[in-house]
């Protein structure tokens, strides 16, 4: 079997407004700006282009899972539990709606957060192989 896919390069995810959603990710999550009309904002973070599209008030990213639970289905990384609690620290004082670090059973910690527009995110305390390299 051919791996030919590599990475996932673009993630695209709805709000109500791409311009104060564009500046919020720049300022909670240090994302950086490259393009903006009314119905988009292009930003790259985490490696990775992210597409904030204008949609319906009601969409955001996020499931119920088999326990009635919304589930995030992205999680971000960062490097170690000593970066997951500054993290979680610095998104508490930004107001930012989050739950609390927790042992899931598996290797790593991990909290969620929720952006302007309810869409929810994982953040993990383990960094991919590929990035921990160092």
């Known amino acids: 079997?051919?791996?030919?896919?590599?990475?996932?390069?673009?993630?695209?995810?709805?709000?109500?407004?791409?311009?104060?959603?564009?500046?919020?990710?720049?300022?909670?999550?240090?994302?950086?700006?490259?393009?903006?009309?009314?119905?988009?904002?292009?930003?790259?973070?985490?490696?990775?282009?992210?597409?904030l599209v204008k949609a319906m008030p009601t969409e955001h990213i996020g499931f119920k899972d088999a326990n009635g639970r919304i589930h995030f289905s992205l999680t971000f990384e960062v490097d170690g539990l000593k970066q997951l609690e500054e993290f979680h620290a610095f998104l508490q004082t930004k107001e930012v709606i989050l739950g609390e670090i927790e042992d899931r059973g598996h290797p790593g910690y991990n909290f969620v957060f929720y952006d302007l527009d309810g869409n929810i995110f994982d953040v993990w305390s383990q960094l991919s192989p590929n990035f921990n390299k160092g």
């Open 1 to 51: 079997m051919v791996n030919y896919i590599k990475r996932v390069g673009t993630t695209y995810l709805p709000v109500k407004d791409p311009e104060k959603a564009s500046l919020w990710y720049q300022e909670i999550l240090g994302a950086i700006e490259n393009y903006r009309d009314e119905m988009k904002a292009i930003l790259d973070f985490a490696n990775q282009s992210f597409f």
